[in-house]
Nanobody
Framework: QVQLVESGGGLVQAGGSLRLSCEAS????????MGWFRQAPGKEREFVAG????????YYADSVKGRFTTSRDNAKNTVYLQMDRLKPEDTAVYYC??????????????????WGQGTQVTVSS
């Protein structure tokens, strides 16, 4: 059974930091693109960041570039999203997702096949 388990969300003041973790299990993720998405109330789910597990290549949405960093630990089968200089507009439920093996990193949620349960991030002003 495929599982993506997220942790690390919470409440933080503007300017603060949080680190999200996503532990993957149940299939081989070593050749999969891994994405981070977020969804705020009343808004569509949007791409935040992504990483290719094998190469470590990363990609970021313009809204988080320079503030968020995604990385992976192959030994722990875990990807991370380090979020610094958080803003109130970063408030959302954050999800990690895995794409199909051997595919490129997409920004469209529909291109991902496995999803975590989501973790709430709230940034107060």
């Amino acid at each position: 059974q495929v599982q993506l388990v997220e942790s690390g969300g919470g409440l933080v003041q503007a300017g603060g930091s949080l680190r999200l973790s996503c532990e993957a299990s149940g299939r081989t993720f070593s050749s999969c693109p891994m994405g981070w998405f977020r969804q705020a109330p009343g808004k569509e789910r949007e791409f935040v960041a992504g990483i290719i597990w094998t190469t470590g290549n990363t990609y970021y949405a313009d809204s988080v570039k320079g503030r968020f960093t995604t990385s992976r630990d192959n030994a722990k089968n875990t990807v991370y999203l380090q979020m610094d200089r958080l803003k109130p507009e970063d408030t959302a439920v954050y999800y990690c997702a895995a794409g199909a093996p051997g595919t490129v990193l997409f920004t469209a949620p529909s291109r991902y096949i496995d999803w975590g349960q989501g973790t709430q991030v709230t940034v107060s002003s």
